[in-house]
C-alpha cells in the first residue's frame, strides 16, 4: 500500500505556495536541477556525491492507461522488462548488469512506469547503453513472451496470498470503475494473450516525446543530460485517455479464512489540489497505526481508540490518503477478526465521521504536522525515494520541490484550513472494499 510518505513527495503542485529561496539540502548535496531537451525528454537529478549512481527512465504510461483489450499489459511489461532487445540477449544483458555490479528493477504504478538502474559511478556508461535498449528497443520475442506467462501466473498466486493487498486494489476497482480502477495486475484470462505487436504498440503510444523523464541521484545534471541524448521516446501519438472520476460503491470477495480486510474511503484531494498536504495533515490526526513498536498506538489516533473500546480482540487499523494527478482517496483500512467486523467497523466508520465534522484543537494540529514533517524528512533521506519523487515531479511541474519547500508549506497549513477540509471530505459519497472472512461484515449502507 502506498504510504503518505511517497504521495507526499510527490506533491509538485503546491509550488504554488512556496515562496522561500531555495536551499541546499544538505553540505553534500546539490539543489535539484530539471531541464527539458528537444528531444522531449525531461531531466532531472541530484547530486549528492554518493559513490552509488541511482538512473531511471520513467514513463507516464501507468495501469491508468489500460483498456479493454490490453488490461494487465503493464503488468507483462513489468515482468518483460529484462528480456531481450534488437541489440542484445536476454544473456547478455544479465551478463553485463551483473559483470558491472549493477541492479536493474522495473515497477509500476497506476501512473508510471520506472525503469531503475543502481550501479558505480564508473560503470553507468555501460550499464546506461543497456537501459536504453530495454526501454526503446525491445524484441518481444514470442518464446520469450510464452515463458513469460509462468512468471505472470506465479504473481498472480502470490497475490492471492495478500489479501491487504488486494483489498486495496478492490477498493480503487469499486471508487473510480474505469482509469485509476485499473488493477497493478493482470486478470487471469489475459495471461498468454499478449503478443508483441500489441506490446510494443502500448510502448510506441506511452512511452513517447512529453511522456519520458530521465532522472538521477549520484549524479551530476551535466553528465545526465549527457546520457539522456542516447534516448530516442517514440513520435508523441494521438492517444486520448479518460479523467478519473469518482463513483462510490462496493466490492466484496469473500474468502473465508480468520481475518476480515475492509477499506473505506470517500474523494480525496488530488496532486493539482491546494489541500494536497492538508490531508497528509488530517490523515496523522485521524492515526497511521501504532509510531512505537507493539504499542496499542491509541493515544493519538481516535480511530485506534474508538475500535479498542468496541472490542478486546486483536485488530489494526489505519486513516490512508492516495493522490494522483486527477483524484485521490481519503478513509481508513482495518483487519479484524470475523465476529467482531460489525463493531469494528460502525465504531470506525462512526469515529471517522465524527472527527470529520468536529472543529480541531490547534495542538492535535501542531502535533500532526511534526509527525508528517518528520515522515517527509525521513522519507526524503532515501535515494531510492528521490528518484521516484523526482520521476513523477519531472513529468507533472516545471520545478523540482526540496524538502525545504514542502516543510514551509507544512508549516503554513492553520488549524481553520484543516477544518475546512475534514467538513468537505465527510458530506461525499462513500466506497467500500472487503475481502476474507465476511460472514459478519456489514455492507456499506448498514455503516452510513
Known amino acids: 500500500m502506498a504510504s503518505v510518505l511517497s504521495r507526499v513527495a510527490r506533491a509538485y503542485q503546491v509550488r504554488l505556495y512556496c515562496t522561500t529561496a531555495r536551499h541546499r539540502e ?25 559513490s552509488v549512481c541511482r538512473v531511471a527512465l520513467v514513463a507516464n504510461a501507468g495501469s491508468r492507461f489500460e483498456d479493454i483489450d490490453n488490461l494487465g499489459i503493464t503488468h507483462c511489461l513489468r515482468l518483460a522488462s529484462g528480456l531481450s532487445t534488437k541489440k542484445s540477449t536476454y544473456f547478455s544483458i544479465t551478463r553485463t548488469l551483473e559483470q558491472a555490479g549493477a541492479e536493474f528493477t522495473c515497477s509500476s504504478s497506476r501512473e508510471y512506469m520506472f525503469y531503475k538502474v543502481d550501479c558505480l559511478r564508473n560503470q553507468l556508461d555501460l550499464v546506461s547503453k543497456k537501459l536504453v535498449q530495454i526501454t ?14 509462468q512468471h505472470l501466473r506465479l504473481d498472480l498466486a502470490k497475490l492471492q496470498t495478500q ?12 471508487a473510480f470503475r474505469d482509469a485509476l480502477g485499473r488493477s497493478l495486475y493482470a486478470p487471469e484470462h489475459m495471461v498468454g494473450k499478449y503478443s508483441p505487436e500489441q ?23 551535466e553528465e545526465l543530460i549527457d546520457y539522456s541524448l542516447k534516448f530516442n521516446p517514440f513520435a508523441a501519438a494521438s492517444i486520448a485517455h479518460d479523467k478519473a472520476k469518482y463513483f462510490g460503491g462496493e466490492i466484496r470477495q469473500d474468502t473465508g479464512g480468520d481475518l476480515t480486510y475492509a477499506a473505506v474511503a470517500f474523494e480525496g484531494p488530488s496532486l493539482a489540489d491546494s489541500d494536497l498536504l492538508h490531508a497528509a495533515v488530517l490523515q496523522n490526526l485521524m492515526g497511521m497505526g501504532p509510531a512505537i513498536k507493539y504499542s496499542a498506538g491509541t493515544s ?14 486483536p485488530f489494526a487499523i489505519s486513516c490512508i490518503n492516495v493522490n494522483y494527478t486527477d483524484s485521490g482517496l481519503f478513509g481508513f483500512y482495518v483487519i479484524g477478526r470475523p465476529k467482531e467486523m460489525e463493531k469494528v467497523l460502525h465504531a470506525a466508520y462512526k469515529q471517522f465521521d465524527k472527527v470529520l465534522r468536529r472543529d480541531f484543537e490547534e495542538k492535535d494540529v ?3 504536522k511534526k509527525q508528517l514533517k518528520a515522515q517527509i524528512s525521513m522519507y526524503r533521506e532515501g ?14 511541474s516545471n520545478e523540482i520541490l526540496t524538502t525545504t ?40 449502507d448498514k455503516l452510513v
Open 26 to 50: 544538505s553540505p553534500l548535496s546539490s539543489p535539484p536541477k530539471l531541464s527539458r531537451l528537444p528531444n522531449g525528454l525531461a531531466v532531472a537529478s541530484i547530486e549528492n556525491n554518493s
Open 136 to 149: 526503446s528497443a525491445p524484441a518481444f520475442k514470442p518464446w520469450e513472451l510464452s515463458d513469460l506467462n
Open 163 to 174: 489479501p491487504n493487498i488486494l483489498v486495496y486494489d478492490l477498493l480503487h476497482q469499486a
Open 199 to 221: 506490446l510494443m504498440h502500448f510502448m510506441k503510444s506511452y512511452y513517447s516525446t512529453g511522456r519520458l523523464a530521465l532522472v538521477g541521484v549520484g549524479i551530476s545534471h
Open 300 to 313: 493519538s489516533s481516535p480511530l485506534a481508540y474508538a475500535v479498542a473500546r468496541a472490542t478486546s480482540q
Open 366 to 368: 501542531a502535533r500532526a
Open 383 to 396: 535515494a531510492d525515494a528521490l528518484i521516484y519523487d523526482l520521476g513523477e515531479q519531472a513529468l507533472g
Open 405 to 444: 519547500d514542502l516543510l514551509s508549506f507544512v508549516n503554513s497549513i492553520n488549524t481553520s484550513d484543516i477544518t475546512k477540509l475534514a467538513k468537505k471530505l465527510a458530506d461525499r459519497t462513500p466506497t467500500m472494499a472487503a475481502m476474507g472472512n465476511l460472514s459478519y461484515t456489514p455492507y456499506i
